[in-house]
């Protein structure tokens, strides 16, 4: 059975369902078909690490010290959130070891702008927090126009793949997949943006997940899968990016 990311927040588990069946399905973890209860929170996520762990020092944008064309389209959370996440329904992010991306699966709908986009990513984060998560549950988040945008904070772990946000890097891009394509700057900068992550991370193109490849879901949609898959190839623009030498 499919389980939709979600937060360990046990208590929260019947706010959530209650909740839910007033709000609209938002963010790649919904879709028509399936009901808004199974996406509470599993009664078997795991809790805390008890063995010793040391969070790595949050960082809350990525390194873009090689990529100045992402930077310039660069948001903060503070840019787009109304409200605070809520620290006490997160668990502190470990080191990361691997990165995945979705889609957020909604309608798509033709945004307009950055305001658009900041509102759209908003109500993203209150669906989210609605089902008793902290925040919106993805870590950055890549728009039609090739900004990226900064989604929980890096010192918080995600709530995008159930079962595997540990250590795991949340990378959504808006849009619905399975019914559209996404902008060919939405891919320049997804593949830019991972590049870096992997480079500056010390991390390897093996790492870069899509949802689909965790659990069943149509997450990343059918033509984002494609192209991650192209992407990920040795010739493929992701992994030629993701050598360190062939940036700009
Ligand atoms: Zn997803």
């Known amino acids: 059975m499919h389980q939709p990311p979600a937060d360990p927040v046990r208590r929260a588990a019947l706010a959530s369902i209650v ?3 007033v709000l609209p399905a938002v ?17 078997r996520w795991p809790d805390l690490p008890t063995s010793g762990y040391t969070p790595v020092a949050p960082r809350t944008a990525p390194d873009l010290s090689r990529q100045p064309a992402i930077a310039a389209s660069f948001k903060r959370r503070a ?15 470990l080191p990361v070891r691997r990165l995945t991306v979705h889609h957020d699966g909604m309608p798509p709908v033709d945004l ?21 998560w902290g925040d919106i549950g ?3 988040v890549v728009d039609p ?13 995600g709530a995008h793949v159930a079962g595997n946000n ?4 949340g990378v959504m891009v808006l849009g619905n997949f399975q019914q559209q394509h996404p902008t060919s700057a939405q891919l320049d900068a997804l593949d830019r943006f991972v590049a870096a992550q992997v480079n500056g991370r010390r991390l390897n193109v ?28 040795p010739t493929g623009r992701l992994a030629v990016l993701a050598t360190g030498h062939s940036l700009g």
């Open 145 to 157: 126009f090739g900004t990226v945008w900064e989604g929980r904070p890096l010192s918080w772990q």
């Open 112 to 132: 307009r702008g950055p305001r658009e986009v900041a509102e759209r990513i908003d109500l993203i984060r209150r669906a989210h927090q609605s089902r008793g």
């Open 27 to 43: 963010g790649c973890g919904s879709t028509s078909r399936r009901r808004y209860a199974s996406d509470a929170p599993s009664p």
């Open 166 to 169: 540990e250590g795991n890097l």
């Open 206 to 233: 093996k790492n870069v997940y899509t949802h689909q490849e965790f659990a069943p879901t149509e997450c990343p949609g059918r033509s984002l899968q494609a192209h991650m898959t192209r992407t990920r190839k």
């Open 138 to 140: 993805y870590h950055y």
């Open 79 to 93: 840019d787009w959130a109304s409200t605070a996440p809520i620290p006490r329904r997160m668990d502190k992010m």
């Open 19 to 21: 909740a839910a069946a």
